[in-house]
């Protein structure tokens, strides 16, 4: 985690979010206080548990992008999630444990390109002699195509043995062709390899298992041959030796503890499962969603595909615009869950021209880039701003 100060944060956030100063001072100083964790004697760091958040305030004011925007500053899990979309236990729909798996998903595939980068060159070197082999002896036919039994006992066919002077050729002709690959002279020649197949999948749970691995990796894989350019060629065998390259255990070790000490978890729409006092209908589960919600929130465990990951340590978000509902319609136990409350205010016409000229992704500029790419200079004047605030 970057070591930022709470001041530091804020200016981070201010490059993209135009006003809302004390809901971007909360959340700075909610991060902040994760490093303060991070570096106080592991006795007392697991007494420490983050101080929730709810922002009030209307749609559009930049709730989620603060979320967004602050996960993204220290590299942590982020999901966001919009809490019309949970119904109670023995409902029809989407369990609230499914927010903690889309969260660990989030980061095992954060780790793994963070992985995947460390061993790109070798990937690259590999997967370019892959294409050498490639291009001067064409695969025959699939090796997924062979008796899976022989598969099982070690009885493959091997290549006969190449004499010492058909060797010394084969290695002349593999520069030969290497030399070509490196000057690019070779992208648009058509070759053929073998990929695999993916294994069909099956939900159990909220969990999509792998046939494959339910066999523990006894049967061979499936491939096929797919014909494809060189330059495509090169980006399939790339992938592929960096998934050989990379210890996906040591990634879900590594995703695991990063989503249950940094993950980030931001409900949105809260203010629609808040009971208004009525029961009947659609509100009969809302209150059943909330008390759902409310162990997650509170610190628990949740059984994913990847392991049991605790939720004790994770930091929560909860927005709502709360135009009819209010606050106090939540369950008094979520409510107390969400110590800081921050109530953003609405926009007015100045913060809108600033949001269209001083953020680094003002809308002006992106449009000024996109018509840069056909030659056309795009220039916004001021009166033109103020129109479209």
């Known amino acids: 985690m970057a070591e930022l100060s709470p001041r530091q944060i804020v200016r981070e956030l201010d490059r993209y979010i135009i006003g809302q100063d004390e809901a971007k001072r909360s959340v700075a100083i909610a991060l902040r206080n ?24 209307p749609t559009g004011v930049g709730k989620t992008e603060i979320a967004r925007r602050l996960a993204k500053l220290v590299n942590a899990p982020f999901v966001k999630v919009e809490a019309t979309k949970f119904t109670e236990v023995g409902y029809v729909g989407r369990d609230v444990e499914s927010i903690i798996r889309d969260l660990v998903e989030n980061a095992i595939r954060m780790v793994k390109e963070e992985h995947t980068a460390r061993v790109q060159t070798r990937a690259n070197v590999i997967a370019e002699d892959r294409l050498v082999s490639l291009l001067i002896n064409p695969p025959k036919k699939p090796a997924g195509s062979g008796n899976a039994l022989d598969f099982l006992l070690g009885k493959q066919q091997k290549e006969p043995a190449l004499s010492q002077d058909e060797q010394q050729k084969l290695a002349s002709r593999r520069e030969d062709v290497r030399a070509q690959l490196q000057r690019g002279e070779l992208e648009d020649r058509e070759l053929e390899i073998e990929v695999e197949e993916s294994a069909p999948t099956v939900e159990v749970g909220g969990n999509a298992i792998n046939i494959g691995d339910m ?25 592929e030796e ?28 809260i203010d629609k499962i808040a009971d208004k006092g ?15 919600i409310l162990p997650i929130v509170e610190g628990s465990t949740v059984n994913t595909k990847y392991g049991p990951v605790k939720t004790d340590y994770m930091l929560f978000i909860a927005a709502g615009a709360f135009h009819v509902a209010k606050v106090t319609d939540l369950i008094p136990e979520l409510q107390g869950r969400f110590p800081v409350r921050v109530t953003l205010k609405s926009l007015t016409r100045e913060d809108f021209a600033r949001i269209l000229t001083q953020t680094d992704n003002a809308l002006t500029r992106q449009y000024n880039a996109l018509l840069e790419v056909d030659k056309v200079h795009l220039e916004f004047t001021e009166d033109g701003i103020a129109a479209i605030a």
């Open 278 to 292: 009525s029961r009947g209908g659609p509100d009969v589960s809302r209150e059943g969603v909330q008390r759902d």
């Open 242 to 269: 960096c998934d050989k390259l990379i210890d996906m255990d040591a990634i879900t070790e590594e995703a695991i503890r990063r989503a249950e000490q940094d993950g980030i978890v931001f409900i949105d729409e």
């Open 215 to 239: 066999m523990g990796g006894m049967m061979p894989k499936q491939t096929k041959l797919r014909r494809m350019k060189v330059r495509d060629a090169r980006r399939i065998l790339r992938q």
């Open 34 to 57: 994760r490093y303060r964790r991070a570096r106080v004697e592991e006795s007392m760091r697991d007494e420490i548990s983050p101080k929730n958040i709810l922002m009030v305030g």
